[in-house]
């Protein structure tokens, strides 16, 4: 019997996984053996300390080997999470594409092409809630970009799937993901796929953090109080003097 939260249901197997938003919950993964793996490696993703790594690439190495489980436990814990507890969700999605195995496929596959819930944030200039939903999918068009590199078809055929989605930063991202991936031929069908307003994607390059030109010195482009050693701006006082 699978050990799991009080009151829950029974693992779903990795063909019928459901991210829909659920209940909130403080810490929303369970404690089956799988879930206790799972928590482990997400603990260890906010572990500074330089050990921290290679353990994280042990529990790594061990979700891989049941795969399946920690998937039904990935997609549960997504689920229950506050849907807003953007982090979590971030480690949970960014751990499924890491596994690199088909049985994540159908999770990384339905949270793409799950809905964008409309924007919650006030001064969504500062920060966005829209935003931070297609970090989360185009993390996932990431994870499915692994799986088709290593040549899995299904994967491929999740991103042609994806070029149909609303978000323009999901298809852009899957348009990359098909070129890199793809091999001749690959160009053409993607500009089939695509209408004819949005066929510019294909001229947009992926550019690899090497290849971002470096600023030498990027202190002098501050000013003397935002420098290192410098002094701080004073801070504003309030207004309370009499008359």
Do not use: C, W
């Amino acid at each position: 019997m699978t050990e799991g939260r009080p009151g829950s249901e029974p693992p779903r197997s990795a063909d019928s996984l459901n991210v829909n938003p659920g209940a909130s919950d403080t810490d929303p993964v369970s404690n089956s053996p799988a879930g206790r793996l799972l928590r482990d490696s997400l603990n260890l993703m906010n572990d500074p300390r330089a050990e921290a790594g290679e353990r994280r690439a042990d529990a790594l190495s061990e979700m891989r080997q049941r795969a399946g489980d920690v998937v039904v436990e990935i997609a549960a814990a997504e689920a229950a999470a506050d849907r807003e507890n953007y982090p979590l969700r971030f480690q949970l999605v960014h751990t499924a594409a890491e596994l690199k195995r088909p049985e994540a496929l159908p999770f990384l596959r339905q949270f793409v092409r799950t809905r964008i819930p409309p924007e919650r944030s006030s001064d969504p200039h500062s920060y966005s809630t829209v935003a931070e939903e297609t970090i989360l999918r185009t993390t996932a068009v990431e994870g499915v970009e692994q799986l088709a590199a290593e040549g899995n078809n299904e994967a491929r055929e999740a991103l042609f799937e994806f070029l149909r989605q609303d978000s323009l930063s999901i298809r852009r991202a899957a348009v990359q993901a098909l070129l890199a991936t793809g091999g001749e031929g690959m160009r053409r069908r993607i500009q089939q796929a695509l209408p004819e307003q949005q066929r510019f994607l294909l001229d947009i390059r992926r550019v690899e953090p090497d290849e971002v030109p470096q600023i030498e010195d990027p202190q002098r482009h501050l000013k003397e109080q935002r420098r290192p050693g410098g002094t701080p701006p004073a801070p504003e006082l309030p207004n309370d003097r009499p008359g």
